[in-house]
């Protein structure tokens, strides 16, 4: 089953309610896959399994360049702050919109374009590509217990250490593209970095007063290029997979995979699963 979780209330994150009481956002994804749950137990669908949950399309602007979104940062934090919600709320695949960003006017009306890209429209990377690419969360279960979570870029011994105490809180043996889970005891304050093969997540502050997750983004390479995905003039809300781009989604059983054809040169970039 599959749902577009998305949240248009300006500044609004993951974490954040719906707008209405019919509105499905990240946030409340869980009750969706609870209702698919309670028809697969009842008979009610066809055929008989369980189905897997597919957030199909996740996005938030960033400032640069829409002067009304949310910082780079902010961005990059909601964009790895976002796999974990929907992961905890049932979510098996996130697809985010888009790779790149749309052409910016700021006399467009809102969403008109969309400024949602990990790259900027020249190519230059934003700070949430490591956030796709690598996502690190810390979660404060309690006044004495954080969970760390995250999904490994490559395969090997994955460490975590705070570099406030500058100990090592945890070492786990991933696979590439494995989400990882633990728990680890802090009653007070903390600076979490995640690494891999050296590959190494940004460091962020954990503090023991907060109750929301704080976010830890990964350093991961650049991938081979970007498919531009653009809105079509004859569409009128979402965005389009851009004929001229010669785009091709495959679902694949590893996840999303998506393939540009450009002058006979292939590039490809993954999606998380």
Do not use: M
């Amino acid at each position: 089953f599959s749902h577009h979780p998305i949240n248009a209330v300006a500044g609004a994150g993951p974490t954040s309610p719906p707008p209405g009481p019919d509105d499905g956002v990240p946030s409340n994804f869980r009750d969706l896959t609870e209702i698919v749950r309670k028809a697969e137990k009842a008979g009610t669908v066809e055929p008989p399994g369980k189905r897997f949950g597919w957030a199909t399309e996740v996005w938030y602007e960033s400032n640069p360049p829409e002067e009304k979104a949310v910082s780079l940062k902010k961005q990059a934090q909601f964009q790895q702050e976002v796999q974990y919600v929907l992961w905890k709320g049932g979510a098996e695949t996130v697809i985010f919109l888009q790779l790149r960003d749309s052409p910016y006017d700021p006399a467009d009306a809102a969403l008109f374009t969309f400024q949602t890209g990990v790259y900027f429209l020249d190519g230059e990377t934003k700070p949430s590509l490591r956030a796709v690419q690598f996502p690190f969360v810390a979660d404060r279960k309690s006044n004495g217990e954080v969970v760390l979570w995250g999904k490994s870029p490559e395969k090997g011994e994955l460490k975590i250490t705070d570099k406030v105490s500058n100990g090592e809180v945890a070492k786990l043996e991933v696979d590439a593209g494995e989400v990882f889970k633990t728990e680890v005891e802090l009653s007070g304050k903390a600076e979490f970095e995640a690494s891999v093969n050296g590959e190494k997540s940004f460091s962020g502050r954990f503090s023991g007063a907060s109750s929301r997750p704080q976010l830890e983004l990964g350093a991961v390479s650049d991938p081979a290029g970007s498919c531009r995905l653009d809105r079509d003039p004859g569409e009128a809300s979402w965005g389009q997979i851009s004929r001229s781009t010669a785009c091709l989604v495959d679902e694949l059983a590893a996840g999303i995979e998506l393939v540009v054809d450009r002058g006979g040169r292939r590039q490809v970039s993954s999606g998380s699963r």
